[in-house]
């Protein structure tokens, strides 16, 4: 493997909707440093320095709470807020600044005991390995490797790469016995990895273009995000795009 590098992950909330983060996720995440992004999405007739100057204290107020939790679980954390027009970009230009290998998009996870990591042919697999690796540092989460080939042609093919994905997460330092594979021959890989995530607890996809916004929130992880009841985390490719907008955020 390369040389090992630090990781961290991008956590937005919407904490003026009260949306919070489930203990369970607190506690798998605890040993990887966290940004925490308090975020409010305002209409474009609401300049982003009015919507800061009417909530900002309110969001100051909640992401101090939330950091709270995060530390008492051991967690490296740090937080920023921001009041935009486009959230989306907002996630990608935060995720750029502060170096984040993966956004983390939140939903219900009364339990947290099982992953499924969706693998695509052209994804970076060494760095979606060393992250995982870092992630299941002091957890006991169990993972399936999972692919989908769109004929039985392709089967041997995706089994190789999964053998060499789960290669990369034993030299990463994950357990052997906690990993399982599965490949599936299926004309829609979004529906074959939706259906296989209903006997997983998170749902772990990879990015295989520079845009978290562009290629990946508005593609394929997106759409899993809002049609599953997991927990998405999505992993950034190691290339870096910034793309500057209008939102006013700063360090909490």
Do not use: W
């Amino acid at each position: 493997m390369s040389a090992h590098r630090d990781h961290r992950v991008l956590v937005p909330v919407d904490v003026l909707e009260g949306q919070s983060v489930p203990r369970t996720i607190v506690d798998a995440f605890a040993s990887i440093p966290v940004v925490l992004l308090g975020y409010r999405e305002v209409p474009d007739q609401t300049g982003p320095d009015q919507a800061r100057e009417q909530y900002g204290d309110r969001v100051q107020a909640e992401l101090a709470e939330l950091r709270t939790v995060f530390e008492d679980a051991g967690c490296d954390v740090t937080s920023r807020s921001a009041f935009t027009h486009d959230r989306l970009k907002t996630f990608e230009r935060v995720a750029v600044d502060e170096s984040c290998d993966a956004v983390l998009v939140l939903n219900p996870a009364p339990v947290l005991e099982t992953v499924l990591v969706a693998i695509r042919s052209d994804v970076n697999v060494e760095h979606i390995a060393g992250l995982l690796g870092t992630i299941l540092t002091d957890t006991a989460l169990e993972l399936t490797l999972f692919h989908v080939v769109s004929d039985e042609a392709e089967r041997d093919g995706g089994v190789e790469l999964l053998e060499t994905a789960r290669s990369e997460l034993v030299a990463a330092g994950v357990d052997a016995s906690r990993i399982d594979s599965s490949v599936v021959v299926d004309d829609s890989p979004t529906a074959a990895i939706l259906e296989a995530a209903t006997d997983h607890d998170l749902l772990v996809a990879g990015e295989s273009r520079p845009s978290i916004r562009r290629f990946v929130f508005r593609d394929r992880a997106e759409r899993l995000a809002r049609r599953t009841v997991d927990p998405v985390l999505v992993i950034r490719g190691e290339y870096l795009e910034s793309d500057k907008e209008d939102a006013i955020d700063g360090d909490g």
